[in-house]
Every structure is written in structure tokens, then in C-alpha cells.
């Protein structure tokens, strides 16, 4: 579907361009000619001074071509363009360096006049009278004089004919049209606002514009340069120079800007992210097979294909083969009622057969059409899987149709479709040419894995209620669930919510009429701005937002933007949407601290963090970091609540974590912790052993809390067999007792919190009452 601008809006700018082009080209002429012209109605004065001193006299030149080279220079009563078109021919040079005074006293440079000759020049006018050109070279040259030579009318600007005194007289020429076309552009782009252009008739006007004065700047210049190919150019075609190079540049801008220039228009574009789709049937199954170095996988298999399938799975057999080659017919397909919006029902097609098509009806409406701007959910069933598309324009073959079937790829036997259609009203106001009358019919096609797909279109028919509009606009989602909880401080959240139709939203902090709501949202206003649910998008910033208590806020809209006041519905209940102000999100706990001991080569450590307050009772979402670069978060394993904890299991070493949370509310909060993880492999060590006389028992003494067990006979006995040795206080596992016997000779063995303990036939202690070792 296209909407474009009239033909006017082109009209319109291409006038305003030719009237630029025209001004500029004018400006440009006059200035040209302004500039070549050094003096009207008499000779040009080059000054006074003559060498020696005497009344000084004007140097006048011949015109151009009416002196031989040598003869004597006449004097002259030429036209003031005929005075310019000498200057122009005029070379003059610098002079620096000079030695001495006499016929160079005062002179900074010399001209090369027409005829030859050469005139010094000063500060102050014209020295002397015209000399040999050859001899003054001669002269200045014996007493150690430069000479630098310049191009006429450098002195004249940027703007000049020949800016900055750029090589030759062409290239001077050309540079002034660069800069002048330059300029140009740069005026009409900034102008561009003011004469109502969008930013692409000003692109192609600015271009079009410098362009053109560029080439009608330098076509001057060389049109009035004497013995110029180009001057010669435009006079050889019927024109003259400066009439030659105008239409020339007109011409060529006009070109140019009728190349650049693009009509405004917007384009409905179907874009679709879906699954990697392979090729139907399965020509290239058994490529899948040739590998004996990569033996063929199911996922390799499928992708060779739609009807490429492994069988003989597990087996030396295994191979990739295309399944049912010999299948040539093509989906069937028919209604499914499970995905039928309430109140609908399928019936028989207006002018189709049952086998190639259905109607859908709405049960609510005597006519059986549809309500507009409400969706719609219907599905078909396929007798095998298939992959089908929908379009409501007539196509030849499936490949051509242009939207999958619910948006859905994958070949499937039940396939289901929604949507939510326009009015025919709101159709024709927007684009009048369409004539819409609310009956549609769906054309669905299917293929299945082999290829094969439906000559005939299966048509889905419906109708949508013509009827006037009556019914006002429905909120039916917003981009923040209602109720959800803001950042603590936050006065303002951006919000966008949902409307079943094209319409213009209001809010406001009470529950209030329409026209008196304070402010506004931006809306989608055209038919054409539906988002992919289907819905017309109004975005606002709800603000005054106060923290830690409910905010209420209330909604109303008003539908059909492009019809007149009376026939517009707007809402006369409002809708309430609620943000919850938060409080600061904040960690009270995190672990492990301190040391944390191991008896392997790995130590399992759980980190843990306990988060409280917030938007929701301390409820969060948190990661952990062992270097806090941004990039290097993780998620804890068991988060989403109040506790949160990860499990690591790490080496002997020191470390630090960094723990961030966030809550719904969007509140952060960040901690870390730091502990040393140490490896220990060693059995418990009895550091003293005695007679407790106060308990009249064995006491023996660990380095590291552990339990204790002994035998009578031996060191060979396993620890569990043994004879439990106890603690007098469970908050002290070091200190061991046994009843005491003398004369006895006690093995003891000992086991640390990691099972740690001594090698089989080895004791942690052997004590007696004589011996002790």
C-alpha cells in the first residue's frame, strides 16, 4: 500500500529552485561583470610617475588585437568592456630583491602589456613609460631582482576571478566556480527550512544550485577572457559567452536536481525473523552419508532436506535417506475450530467449494461480519505436516505469496492465524482510492516436505462490519504491566500503551473528563503505524511519580484522528494505570568471610548474598564478578528472591567477588566480600597427651578439631571399629578423653572434619602409663 504526495509538492519546489537558480545567476553576473569592468566611460589610469621625476601622464592601452606586435601604441577611445578584456590579458609579475635605485625606484612588480612592452609598477601607480620587455628582464636580472608571477585579478578575493592566485588563467577560473558553487549550496540548504523543503528537496536542491553557479561563475570568466576555448565554445553554438554558459548551467543543474529529487512516500515493509528453513525434498539427503571422517548426524541429516531423515539409528547402518520420494501430492487442507475466536463460526464459502475454501462469521452480528479493530484468531488443519502462507491478493505459485501463515515457518499439521482488521470507514478516510467495502478473501496456500504444493488457493472469507464507528477506543496493553514498581527517586517513567484503533491519548493524576485532561501523548495516527501485535502505539512520560506509596494515573482516548470532532468516540470511563514508588534496594549479607578449608585439589565454596528493602521486600535478581568489569557479571545460580547463592568450587589462593543486584523496581545495589580458600590434606596432628587426674582419664590434645577413636590391640584396625574416644563440650573438638587404664597401651587414630586421618596400620598416637611415643 502506497500514500504519496501530490504532484504540487514538486511543482511547487522545483519553481522555487528555478527562481534561486535565476537570482544566483544574476548575482553572479553582475558581480562577474562588476569585477572585469575597471572603469566606465574612459580610459584606464594606471597612475603617474614617470622615472626621473616630470607631470606623470596616463598609459593608455589599445584594444585588444588592434596593435601588431612592435608598431606604436595609438591611443584610444575603446568601450569599457574592451578595457576590461585588455586588463584581462594583462600578466603581471612581482619583483623583489632589486639592488641599487634608479628606473626601479619605488616599483614592487611589472606589467606585460598587449603589445609587448613592459610597464613597472609601484605602490603608488605606474613608473616610467612602457620599456622592452626583454631589456627591463635584462636589467632587473643584473641587479639581483626576483620575479614571481601573478594571475590577473588575484587581488580581488575569494571571490575573484581567480581566488588566491591558483595556476593559470582556466584553473583560476575553475577555482572561483568551485567556491561560488560552494557557497551557493550553503545558502540554499540553510535556506531550505524557510522555503518549506524537507531535508531531500534541499539535498538535491543545494546540490543542484552550487552546481549550477559553479559552472555559470566559471563560463563567465572564460567567456570574457579573451582567445578562451570556452568563450568560443558558447559563441560557436549561436550564443554568447555569458548567454552560453547560463543555459549551460541552468540546464545541468536542473539535470542534477531532478536525478536527486525523490517524491515522498510511505511503504507498508513485511519484515520476518524465523528459523532456518531447509530445502524441500531430498535430493542432497545422501551427501550427508559420503564422509567417513564425520559420520552423518540427525541435525546434518535434516539440513540437507525436508525430507531427509537418519535411519537405522545406532546401528553401522546409519544413513541419511529421503523418506517417500515417490510422494506427489499436495497438502489438503480445512478449517480448524479449536483456535476460533469465541462467538465465530466457519460456513460455506460464497462461490468456492467446501474443498477450496470456508467462511468465517460473526454470530453477534446479523450480517456475519466481523467487528473492526477487534482480533480475530482462526487455524486450519493440513493431512500432513506442511508450511503454509496467506496473502489477500491472488498469486501464482507459493513461492510468490508473502506472509507465512501465523508467522510460522516449520512444517506443521495444525497452523493458527490472527489478526485485527480496519473498518472499511477508517480505510477509506485515510486512502480514499482503495474504496474499501469490508469484504475480504485470504488466499492460503501449503507445500509440504516434498515439495509439492496446492495448484488452488484454499480462500478464507470475511466480512468487516461496515457500520459507522461507534464504539470508543480500548487500552488493551501498556509496555509496563499496571502496578509494577519504579526506581527509588525516579519522578518520571516512560510509558507507551496499547489502543485497539488509531486515536489520540490524554492522562492525568485524577479521574476526569477527556477535553480537560493536562496532558498529552504521542500517538500512532495512521493505519499504517501497527506494531506487530496488531495494536496502535501512544507514548507518554507519566511524571510526579512519589516515592514509596501507589501513584494513580487515568487515561482516556478519542478515536478517528482524521474525522471531524462530532463523529469521534471517545472513552467516558477512564483507564487506571498504577506505578508503585520503591525505596532503596539493600545487601546485608554476603559470605563466605574469613578462611575456607578443603581436603582436595578444588574447595567447593558457596557464595552467598541476602538482600532486603527495595521495591518488593528486598526480592532481586543478583550477579557476581571476581573483577567488577561491567562485562563480567554472572548470574547467581539460585537468585530471584531474597537469598542468593552460587556455588565455586576453587583452588588454595585469595580471592574477591563483587555481588550487583537489581530489583523490579529497577534499584541497584553492589557489595563484595573477600576470603582465602586453603587446601588441607593432612591428618590430625595429638599435640599433648596426659593423665587427667581431675577425671582420672586419657586426655589427648589435636591441632585441628576432629574426632578420635582407639583399639587395645593394634594400629591395624579401621576407624569406624574402633573405640570412640569423647568430648567433654561439643563446642570443643579438641580435647579428647577415654577412661583411663594403666598398664594398657592405648592406638589411637584420628579423623579431621574432611576425613582426613592416618594411613591404614598407622596411629595418630600409641599412649600407655609407661610409654608414651
Excluded at 568471610?593 to 557464595?607: A, R, Y
Excluded at 593423665?691 to 583399639?711: G, M, Q
Amino acid at each position: 500500500m502506497f500514500f504519496r504526495r501530490g504532484n504540487d509538492v514538486k511543482a511547487y519546489a522545483l519553481s522555487q529552485i528555478s527562481i534561486l537558480i535565476l537570482a544566483t545567476f544574476s548575482f553572479a553576473f553582475i558581480i562577474s561583470e562588476s569585477s572585469n569592468v575597471s572603469a566606465q566611460g574612459g580610459p584606464p589610469d594606471f597612475g603617474s610617475g614617470v622615472a626621473g621625476g616630470g607631470t606623470g601622464s596616463n598609459i593608455q592601452l589599445p584594444p585588444l588585437g588592434a596593435v601588431e606586435p612592435g608598431a606604436p601604441t595609438p591611443g584610444w577611445q575603446a568601450s569599457a568592456q574592451a578595457q576590461a578584456q585588455a586588463l584581462a590579458n594583462t600578466r603581471t609579475y612581482s619583483i623583489t630583491g632589486v639592488q641599487g635605485t634608479g628606473s626601479f625606484q619605488g616599483a614592487t612588480g611589472y606589467r606585460v602589456l598587449p603589445d609587448g612592452q613592459a610597464q613597472l609598477f609601484g605602490a603608488g601607480g605606474d613608473i616610467g613609460a612602457p620599456t622592452d620587455l626583454a631589456k627591463l628582464e635584462s636589467d632587473i636580472a643584473a641587479n639581483g631582482g626576483q620575479v614571481t608571477e601573478k594571475i590577473p585579478g588575484a587581488e580581488e578575493g575569494i571571490f575573484g576571478r581567480n581566488p588566491l592566485g591558483v595556476g593559470s588563467n582556466v584553473a583560476g577560473h575553475l577555482f572561483s566556480g568551485l567556491i561560488w558553487g560552494a557557497a551557493a549550496a550553503a545558502i540554499v540548504y540553510f535556506a531550505g527550512d524557510f522555503l518549506g523543503l524537507d531535508d531531500n528537496q534541499k539535498e538535491a536542491a543545494s546540490i543542484a544550485l552550487g552546481a549550477g553557479v559553479g559552472i555559470a561563475r566559471f563560463g563567465f570568466l572564460q567567456a570574457s577572457t579573451p582567445g578562451s576555448a570556452t568563450g568560443g565554445f558558447f559563441t560557436d553554438i549561436g550564443f554568447s559567452g555569458t548567454t552560453g554558459a547560463s543555459l549551460w548551467a541552468l540546464g545541468i543543474a536542473a539535470v542534477i536536481y531532478i536525478a536527486l529529487y525523490r517524491k515522498e512516500e510511505q511503504k507498508i515493509i513485511n519484515f520476518q525473523c524465523l528459523p532456518y528453513e531447509a530445502p524441500t525434498g531430498g535430493r542432497n539427503c545422501e551427501e550427508c552419508n559420503g564422509d567417513s571422517f564425520r559420520p552423518c548426524s540427525e541435525y546434518r541429516c535434516r539440513s540437507l532436506g525436508q525430507a531427509c531423515e537418519l535411519v537405522n539409528v545406532g546401528s553401522s547402518e546409519e544413513k541419511c535417506v529421503w523418506v517417500n520420494p515417490n510422494d506427489a501430492t499436495s497438502p489438503t487442507i480445512t478449517p480448524w475450530d479449536e483456535p476460533l475466536t469465541d462467538n465465530h463460526r466457519y460456513t460455506s464459502h460464497e462461490t468456492r467449494p467446501t474443498s477450496l475454501g470456508t467462511r468465517i462469521v460473526y454470530n453477534n452480528n446479523a450480517n456475519g461480519c466481523l467487528q473492526a479493530f477487534t482480533p480475530l484468531a482462526f487455524g486450519i488443519v493440513t493431512n500432513e505436516p506442511a508450511q503454509c502462507k496467506i496473502d489477500i491478493d491472488h498469486k501464482d505459485t507459493f513461492e510468490e505469496m508473502q506472509y507465512f501463515f501465523g508467522n510460522n515457518n516449520l512444517f506443521l499439521y495444525n497452523h493458527t492465524q490472527q489478526f485485527s482488521l480496519p473498518s472499511p470507514d477508517a480505510l477509506n478516510t485515510e486512502a480514499p482510492e482503495l474504496l474499501a467495502d469490508g469484504k475480504y478473501d485470504f488466499f492460503v496456500r501449503c507445500i509440504d516436505k516434498n515439495g509439492n504444493e496446492n495448484v488452488d488457493e484454499y480462500a478464507i472469507q470475511l466480512c468487516v462490519d461496515p457500520s459507522p464507528d461507534t464504539t470508543a477506543p480500548i487500552i488493551v496493553d501498556t509496555s509496563i504491566p499496571s502496578d509494577s514498581y519504579v526506581k527509588f527517586g525516579a519522578q518520571s517513567v516512560p510509558v507507551e500503551f496499547y489502543v485497539n484503533e488509531p486515536s489520540i491519548c490524554k492522562w492525568s493524576t485524577q479521574d476526569k473528563e477527556y477535553s480537560v485532561m493536562e496532558n498529552t501523548m504521542s500517538c500512532s495516527t495512521s493505519l499504517t503505524q501497527i506494531n506487530a501485535r496488531e495494536l496502535y502505539t501512544c507514548s507518554t512520560n507519566l511524571t510526579g511519580i512519589v516515592d514509596r506509596q501507589v501513584n494513580n494515573f487515568f487515561v482516556r482516548c478519542k478515536d478517528q484522528p482524521s474525522k471531524p470532532e462530532e463523529e469521534r468516540n471517545v472513552n467516558v470511563v477512564s483507564y487506571k494505570y498504577n506505578i508503585k514508588g520503591s525505596q532503596p534496594l539493600n545487601i546485608i549479607f554476603t559470605s563466605p568471610n574469613g578462611t575456607v578449608t578443603g581436603n582436595t585439589n578444588t574447595v567447593p565454596v558457596e557464595l552467598k548474598v541476602t538482600t532486603d528493602d527495595g521495591a518488593n521486600e528486598g526480592n532481586a535478581i543478583c550477579s557476581f564478578s571476581p573483577s567488577g568489569n561491567p562485562s563480567s557479571y554472572v548470574l547467581m545460580f539460585e537468585t530471584d528472591a531474597v537469598e542468593h547463592t552460587q556455588r565455586l568450587d576453587l583452588p588454595t589462593g585469595n580471592y574477591n567477588y563483587k555481588f550487583r543486584c537489581v530489583d523490579y523496581g529497577g534499584n541497584a545495589a553492589e557489595a563484595e566480600t573477600s576470603f582465602t580458600v586453603i587446601v588441607d590434606t593432612s591428618s590430625p596432628l595429638v599435640t599433648r597427651a596426659y593423665r587427667d587426674s581431675s577425671n582420672d582419664a586419657l586426655k589427648i590434645v589435636t591441632n585441628e578439631d576432629a574426632e578420635c577413636a582407639y583399639s587395645l590391640n593394634s594400629c591395624n584396625f579401621n576407624f569406624e571399629e574402633g573405640i570412640e574416644m569423647l568430648y567433654l563440650s561439643a563446642s570443643n573438638k579438641k580435647n579428647h578423653y577415654s577412661e583411663w587404664k594403666p598398664n594398657v597401651a592405648y592406638y589411637i587414630k584420628c579423623r579431621d572434619v574432611f576425613n582426613n586421618e592416618p594411613g591404614p596400620n598407622t596411629c595418630s598416637l600409641v599412649a600407655s602409663a609407661t610409654n608414651i611415643r
